[in-house]
């Protein structure tokens, strides 16, 4: 298997702008993390999926941030309008329950 | 919701040594896991330990969980193993990690 795939590895854009970031979780696990990582708060959880749907987005910042998983293999974490304190890395990460797997992360700039 | 903690905050070794890291949880749990992060970033699990005793190579954990607490050892500890090694405890199935250990092996 290839792993938690993430796309962009890499985002650079300026204030006010939209972000799409985009996962494909590991083929037959059900369940599906979005989480971001700053150096002042560590590893948050912003919202998580158990067979496609949304079960605790309490993470999230705020209205600006959506995520949506229309299927099992993917799903989408959108930042609209982007601002400067949403810089950090955006990791995705899967699971069938039990250990945790994630991506290779997505750095997000906001200039 | 859970609180965890994980000592020491750093951690400076000769290559060679070995050392054990600690997670202490505040609540009871059913699925405690550890992670690596290396310095590039990459956020790899090492161990995902409920309870008892677990060994992969050089690395081993173990967890006690009426005492709430984990431990990571590592033994013969190489460059490679520089990093941050997290813990992570769940409510429910989200994992809250502690703030991790920042290993630093030099040669």
């Known amino acids: 298997d290839a792993g938690v795939i993430q796309s962009p590895r890499h985002e650079v854009t300026e204030m006010g702008q939209e972000v799409t970031l985009r996962c494909k979780p590991i083929s037959g696990h059900d369940y599906l993390f979005w989480y971001r990582q700053t150096m002042m708060r560590g590893l948050e959880l912003l919202i998580y999926?158990?067979?496609?749907?949304?079960?605790?987005d309490s993470g999230m910042p705020e209205d600006r941030f959506s995520a949506k998983m229309p299927n099992a293999s993917f799903s989408t974490l959108k930042i609209q309008p982007s601002e400067p304190r949403d810089s950090a890395v955006y990791f995705c990460?899967?699971?069938?329950?039990?250990?945790?797997?994630f991506g290779p992360g997505t750095r997000l700039t906001v200039t | 919701g859970i609180q965890v903690e994980q000592s020491p905050p750093d951690l400076i070794l000769q290559e060679g040594a070995n050392s054990t890291l600690r997670c202490n949880f505040s609540d009871s749990v059913n699925n405690l896991q550890w992670f690596h992060q290396n310095p590039w970033g990459q956020l790899i699990n090492l161990f995902y330990?409920?309870?008892g005793t677990k060994q992969n190579g050089r690395l081993s954990a173990t967890t006690v969980a009426t005492e709430r607490y984990s431990l990571l050892y590592i033994s013969s500890s190489q460059t490679t193993d520089s990093g941050v090694y997290f813990c992570a405890a769940p409510l429910s199935y989200q994992l809250t990690f502690g703030k991790g250990t920042k290993l630093s092996v030099i040669p």
């Open positions: 999926f158990n067979n496609n749907v949304p079960i605790d």
């Open positions: 990460a899967s699971s069938s329950g039990t250990m945790l797997y």
């Open positions: 330990i409920p309870s």
